[in-house]
């Protein structure tokens, strides 16, 4: 064939147009697309080899190979796989065969980015060529053809191409890039080998460079005979676990999350069925220094066929399981996609559910071991990761119970004061005729372990789980109870301890009520303006008074933590609940109201009670000199 001029189709000129004129950032992704198409094709070779072994011709190594040539300003990505007929150049690399460019395109075309990494929506991984050269030229034999039946194909990335014949004594293709002023920088083995490194370590083909050594002469490295391999050629996820060691896990690890430590727990499976893909997922031993960054992409890292597609892939993991670190392998994802498409892909959304429940798994695995040392792993992750795991009691619903289990939480019956008391736990040790789990929230863990509301569960032996993360109150807003025993804040509602309390108790408590009711409708009279009610109360063993909600208000904790990030919390009156048995309480029985000392104390009171839960007075100073005043009264 003679040399022959074609028009590119209508659709790659425009997409050559986008190319060369809009894409700046990420331009080195053209060596991935052009490493991965060669590596493409000695896939195909291998396949159609399948049965016709001939089609080897003697050479059955498959190789990529990758130089330069610094005076001449090319680089050459050279294969050994199946090549292309002049029909195929023609096709190939001169139409779109795919649907749906139009779209994509005009998604680019308004896009601020101009990040090249769009070129992988197009999926037209071969004209980002044009990002970096002025001029492609493409030499290619098909594997099976005669040397004569060689093609050359060569394009300036405008509006048509060349095509002739040519004789190729090898098979496959060589892919030359002649580079564009200013494109000097990737004249360098040093950039091309980083280049191969960060995309294409992962290619099970090896990718060969020539080696370099220093010449004396011209003062810098140039390039011998020999070729040495530059990425590491077999990606360790599609390895059979039995042939890992624990060790190449590790190591794996370290490469890719640049952590030192070892990591807890990692798993990796190959899952089969409607959706197909590898996963190699780590659980860290430290939480990095921007954990709390709820818009921190994930750690995992999508591939497609081996070929390295993003990183931080944020639709494979739910946002609360953001520490998980590792590789995602689809075999069903195009080669192409991006992070729009992942979002919407049902491919991707089972990936994401297999993978959560993975991570799960290897939670529970830790959790649950009959081994301590596992279960200590089990603890460190809690410290670390426990409060952003809370996070999926809230969001992920299928998964709540599972969640639920793995909770841990410090608590009154806990010897020590770190969070190391599951539900599970707490449920086994719940008292003969206890009908809910007990809790209480607070901003630091004394303040939850001193409160007032605790005095009667200390003193009836009931254990309360003392929560104190930020996460807790929002967490507790989506789960109601465990093992079928409702969660119940010892902070909201009268004390209702049910069968626990026995009839004598109850009696004795309405009585007092009843002979205290002239004090709080006075008390109710002198605090209006505070306090929604004041009542009397069992509750309270040592301390005069406490506040509370009612059953379905916003906790004071959790209003407080609301006004504290600056959003609005609703500004209902708590309820107060005075110990009738305290001698300041007492006091208060034979005094007048409208009295001047009673007005003190009640108000006294009030501000106690409130100081005890953690609160902030809305008026400090005048709570100062009223103590003061009683005190130097006394
Ligand atoms: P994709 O790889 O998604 O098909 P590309 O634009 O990267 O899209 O490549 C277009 C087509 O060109 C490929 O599908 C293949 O048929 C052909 N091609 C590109 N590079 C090579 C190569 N090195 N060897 C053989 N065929 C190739
Ligand atoms: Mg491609």
Redesign the pocket.
């Known amino acids: 064939m003679d040399k022959q001029t074609l028009s590119f189709q209508a659709e790659v000129k425009q997409i050559l147009h986008l190319v060369t004129h809009s894409l700046y950032s990420n331009k080195e992704i053209f060596l991935r697309?052009?490493v991965?198409?060669?590596s493409?094709?000695c896939d195909?070779l291998r396949f159609e080899a399948l049965d016709k072994p001939e089609l080897f011709e003697d050479a059955p190594n498959l190789d990529v190979r990758v130089f330069y040539d610094a005076e001449a300003k090319t680089i050459t990505?050279r294969?050994n796989?199946?090549?292309?007929s002049a029909d195929?150049?023609v096709a190939?690399?001169g139409t779109?065969?795919?649907s749906g460019t139009r779209e994509f395109m005009n998604k680019l075309e308004g896009d601020q980015k101009k990040d090249a990494n769009l070129i992988g929506q197009?999926?037209?991984?071969?004209?980002?060529g044009f990002i970096v050269a002025d001029r492609m030229t493409?030499e290619?034999r098909r594997a099976g053809a005669s040397p004569e039946e060689g093609v050359r194909w060569s394009s300036e990335g405008t509006g048509d191409f060349e095509v002739e014949t040519i004789t190729r004594a090898e098979r496959?293709?060589d892919?030359i890039l002649h580079l564009r002023e200013g494109e000097e920088e990737f004249l360098s083995a040093w950039k091309l080998k980083s280049i191969i490194s960060k995309y294409s370590d992962h290619i099970s083909l090896p990718v060969l460079m020539p080696k370099t050594k220093w010449d004396d002469e011209k003062k810098d490295t140039v390039a011998t005979d020999e070729w040495e391999t530059v990425n590491k050629a077999a990606a360790l996820w599609t390895r059979s676990k039995s042939d890992i060691t624990d060790q190449q896990y590790q190591d794996f690890y370290k490469q890719i999350s640049y952590d030192q430590e070892a990591p807890l727990a990692y798993t990796h499976n190959r899952v089969e069925g409607r959706s197909e893909y590898t996963q190699l997922l780590y659980v860290p031993a430290k939480a990095p220094m921007d954990m709390w960054n709820r818009d921190k992409r994930g750690g995992v890292k999508l591939y497609v066929k081996r070929v390295f597609i993003m990183d931080d892939a944020e639709a494979l993991m739910p946002v609360y399981l953001r520490f998980v670190k590792g590789v995602i392998d689809s075999a069903d994802l195009?080669?192409?996609v991006s992070r729009e498409l992942l979002q919407e892909s049902r491919d991707v959304k089972a990936i994401r559910e297999g993978s959560t429940k993975r991570v799960l798994g290897m939670l529970e695995s830790l959790a649950d071991s009959d081994d301590a040392e596992e279960r200590e792993k089990y603890a460190r992750f809690w410290s670390e990761f426990g409060a952003v795991l809370k996070e999926g009691i809230g969001e992920d619903h299928a998964n709540q119970e599972r969640l639920a289990k793995l909770l841990r939480f410090a608590s009154t019956a806990a010897a020590d004061s770190s969070q190391s008391v599951s539900l599970a736990d707490y449920v086994k040790r719940m008292k003969e005729g206890q009908e809910e789990i007990f809790y209480i929230t607070a901003d630091t863990l004394s303040a939850a372990k001193n409160s007032p509301q605790l005095e009667i569960f200390r003193k009836k032996g009931l254990e309360v789980l003392l929560l104190t993360d930020r996460v807790d109150e929002w967490m507790l807003s989506h789960l109601y109870e465990f093992d079928g025993k409702p969660l119940q804040s010892v902070a909201k509602g009268g004390v209702d301890l049910g069968k626990l309390q026995d009839e004598e108790e109850k009696k004795q408590a309405e009585a007092t009520a009843e002979a205290f009711k002239p004090v709080l409708d006075k008390l109710k009279e002198t605090l209006k303006d505070r306090a929604k009610d004041v009542r009397t109360t069992t509750r309270l063993v040592d301390s005069p008074a406490c506040i509370v909600v009612d059953e379905g208000d916003m906790s004071s904790h959790l209003a407080r933590l609301l006004k504290q990030s600056g959003q609005a919390a609703p500004a209902g009156k708590p309820i107060l609940e005075v110990n009738p048995e305290h001698a300041l309480v007492k006091r208060l029985d034979g005094m007048e109201n409208g009295n001047s000392s009673f007005d003190e104390l009640a108000h006294i009171l009030f501000d106690q009670a409130l100081l005890a839960e953690g609160g902030q007075l809305e008026d400090p100073a005048a709570y100062v000199a009223r103590v003061n005043r009683l005190l130097t009264a006394a």
């Open positions: 697309e052009l991965s198409n060669a493409d094709a195909k990505i294969d796989g199946i090549g292309m195929e150049a190939h690399l779109i065969a795919k197009f999926g037209v991984g071969f004209y980002s493409v290619t496959g293709t892919v195009p080669l192409n």
